[in-house]
T-cell receptor, first 114, second 109 residues
Framework: DAGVIQSPRHEVTEMGQEVTLRCKPI?????LFWYRQTMMRGLELLIY????????DSGMPEDRFSAKMPNASFSTLKIQPSEPRDSAVYFC????????????FGPGTRLTVT | KQEVTQIPAALSVPEGENLVLNCSFT??????LQWFRQDPGKGLTSLLL?????REQTSGRLNASLDKSSGRSTLYIAASQPGDSATYLC????????FGTGTSLTVIP
């Protein structure tokens, strides 16, 4: 398996623009997580899905952030409008239900908002 | 809310030393604890996962222990090498995943 795939790997955009980050989880995994990592706050869970349904979005910082999972193999995290303080690395991770609950991370998307 | 703390925040050791990284958590109602490695500019790589019913896990030069009752875990690295230089994060899974802030390890040749 190719692992968790994220695109783009790097994104530079201007304040006010819409940004869409994409994630393809590992095939057969039931859970998908979106994280944000900054130097100041470390790794924070934004939202997670189980079987394509959002379960907990309490980590989503503002209404400017939204996430969707239209099918088991694709998820998006959208920021509209983007602000400089959104600059961070955004990770997607997935895991199978049951078993060891081990989660697997994608390589991340480094977002810079100028 | 679960809080996960890692001490020390940074550690620098000469090559060949054995070392211990610490992770503590406030809520013992967890399913597992996972140790990750993160290289600069990269994603997280899983190193070891300890189920709540287990006491320790070993992989090569790495050994992780878990004491749920005291809310503590340690990651022991034997005979450290410069290639071990990275940030090490622990994460606990209860109703969701909570991460520590990591320990930045530098192994000096």
């Amino acid at each position: 398996d190719a692992g968790v795939i994220q695109s783009p790997r790097h994104e530079v955009t201007e304040m006010g623009q819409e940004v869409t980050l994409r994630c393809k989880p590992i095939s057969g995994h039931d859970y998908l997580f979106w994280y944000r990592q900054t130097m100041m706050r470390g790794l924070e869970l934004l939202i997670y899905f189980n079987n394509n349904v959002p379960i907990d979005d309490s980590g989503m910082p503002e209404d400017r952030f939204s996430a969707k999972m239209p099918n088991a193999s694709f998820s998006t995290l959208k920021i509209q409008p983007s602000e400089p303080r959104d600059s961070a690395v955004y990770f997607c991770a997935s895991k199978k239900a049951g078993g060891t609950y081990e989660q697997y991370f994608g390589p991340g998307t480094r977002l810079t908002v100028t | 809310k679960q809080e996960v703390t890692q001490i020390p925040a940074a550690l620098s050791v000469p090559e060949g030393e054995n070392l211990v990284l610490n992770c503590s958590f406030t809520d013992s109602a967890i399913y597992n604890l996972q140790w990750f490695r993160q290289d600069p500019g990269k994603g997280l790589t899983s190193l070891l996962l300890i189920q709540s019913s287990q006491r320790e896990q070993t992989s090569g030069r790495l050994n992780a222990s878990l004491d749920k009752s005291s809310g503590r875990s340690t990651l022991y690295i034997a005979a450290s090498q410069p290639g071990d230089s990275a940030t090490y994060l622990c994460a606990v899974y209860g109703n969701q995943f909570y991460f520590g802030t990591g320990t930045s390890l530098t192994v000096i040749p």
